[in-house]
């Protein structure tokens, strides 16, 4: 009877390999953010990090792949994000104040993930939704039902349901980008305040809120 232990291979360390797809995304987001998506290629990741361009390949079939791997992880971190942040918080209007702390918070500390929102507008034309809005979509749901409730309780005014997050989506994401490309130094802090100023309180006075209800009754 044979007796010989079959040899078995290695062990696959999945703590490293995670590591090590780690460090590629992060020097795929410091090419892409500083050379462009056309000008970054995968000879060009691999050197950075001292890697065989075939290492690379094992991890991410293309450069495309890699682009959008390094844009769903930012994503995602946005996510985890803002989740931290508010699992604590229980009043559903905080809640939604302490998201939009975070959101901002957030891209202060990776700002070249939004050059990628750029980049990804100008070369993957033959996505349905960019990353940032598909992501807002597969993610919105408990939002949405919160702000169902607010409504149930009276506490917001009744706007048409497809409105319902858009507005402070958009109003955020232009905030990402005018950050990045106009090299402001305003804080997250300041300008999260403004924001839900604006936003929850409105701008017009109460006088002339109410003018402006008088001007559209039907005559």
């Not at 690379?56 to 682009?67: E, G, H, M, N, V």
């Not at 309780?153 to 232009?174: K, N, Q, T, Y």
Request: charged share 30%.
């Amino acid at each position: 009877m044979e007796t010989t232990a079959r040899r078995r291979g290695r062990p696959r360390n999945e703590e490293r390999l995670a590591q090590r797809e780690h460090e590629i995304l992060d020097a795929a987001v410091r090419l892409f953010a500083s050379r462009g998506y056309a000008e970054t290629d995968m000879d060009s990741v691999a050197h950075e990090l001292g890697l065989a361009k075939g290492t690379l390949y094992r991890y991410f079939p293309s450069k495309r792949d890699l682009f959008q791997a390094a844009l769903n992880r930012g994503m995602a971190g946005l996510t985890e994000a803002v989740d931290e942040r508010c699992a604590p918080v229980l009043d559903p209007v905080e809640r939604m104040v302490q998201a939009i702390y975070a959101f901002l918070a957030y891209f202060e500390t990776p700002p070249e993930l939004a050059d990628l929102f750029v980049q990804e507008l100008g070369h993957f034309k033959d996505q349905a939704r960019p990353a940032y809005f598909a992501h807002h979509e597969a993610n919105c749901g408990p939002w949405k039902a919160m702000f169902e409730q607010l409504l149930a309780d009276g506490r917001v005014r009744d706007i048409p349901a497809e409105d319902d997050h858009s507005p402070m989506l958009d109003l955020l994401f232009g905030t990402v980008l005018a950050n990045r490309f106009t090299a402001r130094k305003s804080s997250h802090r300041a300008q999260a305040r403004a924001i839900v100023d604006l936003f929850f309180h409105g701008l017009l006075s109460d006088s002339e809120r109410e003018r402006r209800r008088q001007m559209e009754r039907p005559r």
